[in-house]
T-cell receptor, first 116, second 106 residues
Framework: DTGVSQNPRHKITKRGQNVTFRCDPISEHNRLYWYRQTLGQGPEFLTYFQNEAQLEKSRLLSDRFSAERPKGSFSTLEIQRTEQGDSAMYLC??????????????FGDGTRLSIL | EDKVVQSPLSLVVHEGDTVTLNCSYEVTNFRSLLWYKQEKKAPTFLFMLTSSGIEKKSGRLSSILDKKELSSILNITATQTGDSAIYLCAPAPLVFGKGTRLSVIA
């Protein structure tokens, strides 16, 4: 399967712990996006990369959240000192961006985070 | 601030009905509008609309963009239970609507 892969699929942790998620995009895609989705809402943008450069972060993103894409391939999203409000599905998507237009994003199945 | 409004938020229809889902938007640097279908897991791509007035079709689904009205519609004809899902509109890569939850009952 050459789609977007996310690990782990589920994460349950206690409040205050740090968590890290991984996303492996489609190999030829240069853009990688992180979203958060809660019940009844559409995906909420968190941040995105073009190759290894982080181009934008949501203004709503707490400084407890950090993301990296060190070699322009896989990416990690870390949440420090987790809070109950962080419970959500974390979605990763990738796309191929060219000069003419953006291409559709391909989403992974997400990591569901539950904070106890 | 970018805005996306989808309507209705939820819809229940019987198999065989035709439905129209709406998306209106206000975004800066608009390039294209995308429609996605989300069942239990990840959103899956349906359509990308760049030009106004040109209908895109895929089987029983079709969509069209109106740049003057800053809106798009997604039509599904002869609905089936497998069409039950949340339909998401994204007028920019970073902005999604809340979605329309469609339930098709036999």
């Amino acid at each position: 399967d050459t789609g977007v892969s996310q690990n782990p699929r589920h994460k349950i942790t206690k409040r205050g712990q740090n968590v890290t998620f991984r996303c492996d995009p489609i190999s030829e895609h240069n853009r990688l996006y992180w979203y958060r989705q809660t019940l009844g809402q559409g995906p909420e943008f968190l941040t995105y990369f073009q190759n290894e450069a982080q181009l934008e972060k949501s203004r709503l993103l707490s400084d407890r959240f950090s993301a990296e894409r060190p070699k322009g391939s896989f990416s990690t999203l870390e949440i420090q000192r987790t809070e109950q409000g962080d419970s959500a599905m974390y979605l990763c998507a990738s796309s191929l961006f060219g000069q003419e237009s953006n291409q559709p994003q391909h989403f992974g199945d997400g990591t569901r985070l539950s904070i106890l | 601030e970018d805005k996306v409004v989808q309507s209705p938020l939820s819809l229940v229809v019987h198999e065989g009905d035709t439905v129209t889902l709406n998306c209106s938007y206000e975004v800066t640097n608009f390039r294209s509008l995308l429609w996605y279908k989300q069942e239990k897991k990840a959103p899956t791509f349906l359509f990308m609309l760049t030009s106004s007035g040109i209908e895109k079709k895929s089987g029983r689904l079709s969509s069209i963009l109106d740049k003057k009205e800053l809106s798009s519609i997604l039509n599904i004809t002869a609905t089936q239970t497998g069409d039950s899902a949340i339909y998401l509109c994204a007028p920019a890569p970073l902005v999604f609507g809340k979605g329309t939850r469609l339930s098709v009952i036999a």
